[in-house]
């Protein structure tokens, strides 16, 4: 504020317009929040209606969609809205901070989606996850569509991460075919490894490793491509809430590949070396067979640890940042006060 | 708010129960060919193919392979008149992983003096013959049209040792959601 302004008039008068003005302000902006607090609310009915409408219209597909994902490897499927609605409603304050509603992008994003669904009558397909896939593809676009014409670009962009989940609905075997490959692959090389780094004598031949008086091939299920997707989806969706470094979230995600590929070695490993010294039935047995989800937990654990590591570094870090702001506003507002006070000094002499 | 965490729980335990089932499931798609025609239509006698798809939870003891139409027969001017073809069963498999493979089967047709409906029937050759399709193993039964004209067959597949997918993800979810309950303030609010 200029200094004229407290050169007119006395003190007192100053002092108490300003106050008059400071309430004005305040409450023009309690009521321009009260306006927007309304509008959001209204705009969150509409979205949640038009979710719900989209449900109507999309049920055929959606609950064949259900049905399949039932009898699949892709059980998880159903789990998915639940996990990015969990997700949007605990970071709700910062998604919404900015919501604007983006009509254009929206519509174009929604038109785009139906559009997708609509190309599935025109490309039969032979099997039910080729018929699944483009639908749930147009289903997940016309429900971003909805979200960005509803809370516009900058909710969006802060809620990639829950948005982006959605596809994970979308069920594409020959995608998976190849990471179960993958994952078979690299956990024999490393069981091989293993072997020979605990003294066991092992001759690797692809998927086969010959062990003294015992063969054991590495199948498509020793993949673990269930618990491996499983932690997948877990690890984005604890980054998303609790990580606020977007380099964090890319090395815990990139830390779960070597991670899933050893807590298939060290199975294969261990069930192997408990039938080849202790007893054969180990193979065929529940730790086998059950044990599953024993290992599941093992690398949850260990994936904790390292979440946990990243979380504390950042929050040390936060605080340090907090720490020094808050001392350069101390001194920041020292300056500022013994200017003031050198000012009035002036005024008075 | 334990009550909720406890509610939440509840719920989710009750939902997850069913998928802790180790079996697997298999999905593939059947088409068939006569060696008469070379198509699902027989050039020998009145009888058409029609595949399917399916999926279905291992081991599958009376899984649905495809099914046989037959027509009318030209009109039998002996005791009995007989007619056979060569049929082979195509099997794509496209999960847990992706493969195809071949079943092969006799079909013959009976027809009795003066008629035209006739009787369909089919083996497996040789009997109890199988396809293995990446650890799946599939196995054509014998029928007979006057029971059914659905062509059945067993799956069976090795049992993958892990609960389902849906089990570990919802367990999990469960375990983020209680946590993110129990630690509100820790929430990246940016």
Known sequence: MPLSTFSTGTGAESTAESAHMNVAARTEASSNSDREVLLTSKILYIFVASMLGSLVIFWTPLHRLVEFARNSEFS???????????????????????????????????????????????????????????????????????????????????????????????????????????????????????????????????????????????APECSGIRSSLSLLILTLAGAN?????????????????????????????????????????????????????????????????????????????????????????????????????SITSGQSV | MTKNVFLLAAVATALLIPQFAVAGTVTYTTTGTFSSSLTNTSAKMPVTFTGTTQTVTTPDLNALLGSFSVGTFAQCHKALCTKSDHFTLHIVQSAPSGGSGNLTATVTGFVVFNQTTGTVQWTFDPLGTTVVINGVTYTGLPGVSTLSTDVRGIITGPPVPEPKAGLLLGLGSVGLMGLAFASRKMINVN
């Open chain 1, 76 to 218: 998880y499927i159903p789990l998915i809205p639940a996990i990015s609605v969990f997700l949007i409603v605990m970071r709700r304050r910062a998604i919404f901070r900015q919501s604007r509603p983006h009509a254009a992008a929206g519509a174009v994003i929604l038109v785009s989606g139906i559009l997708l669904f609509s190309l599935t009558k025109l490309f039969p397909a032979p099997t039910t996850p080729d018929h699944l896939w483009l639908p749930a593809l147009g289903i997940v676009a016309a429900w971003w569509g909805l979200f960005v014409l509803c809370f516009g670009l900058q909710s969006a962009r802060v809620a990639m991460l829950p948005l982006g989940l959605l596809l994970f609905m979308i069920p594409v075997p020959p995608v998976t075919n190849t990471v179960i490959r993958f994952l078979q692959q690299a956990s024999a090389a490393l069981s091989y490894f293993l072997f020979r780094m605990i003294g066991v004598p092992a001759i690797r031949e692809d998927m086969v490793i010959s062990l003294p008086g015992l063969n054991i091939e590495v």
């Open chain 1, 241 to 341: 809430l609790y990580l606020r470094s977007g380099w964090n979230k890319i090395i815990l995600v990139c830390l779960l590949v070597p991670l899933c590929i050893l807590r298939n070695a060290i199975r294969i490993v261990t069930l192997t070396t408990l039938a080849l010294y202790v007893d054969e039935s180990f193979l065929t047995g529940p730790l086998h067979h059950k044990g599953g989800i024993l290992f599941f937990f093992l690398a949850t654990a260990i994936l904790m640890s390292f979440f946990l590591l990243m979380q504390r570094s950042e929050q040390r870090k936060l605080d340090s940042t907090r720490c020094s702001s808050l001392a350069k506003n101390c001194i920041d507002s020292q300056i500022a006060g013994n200017s003031a006070a």
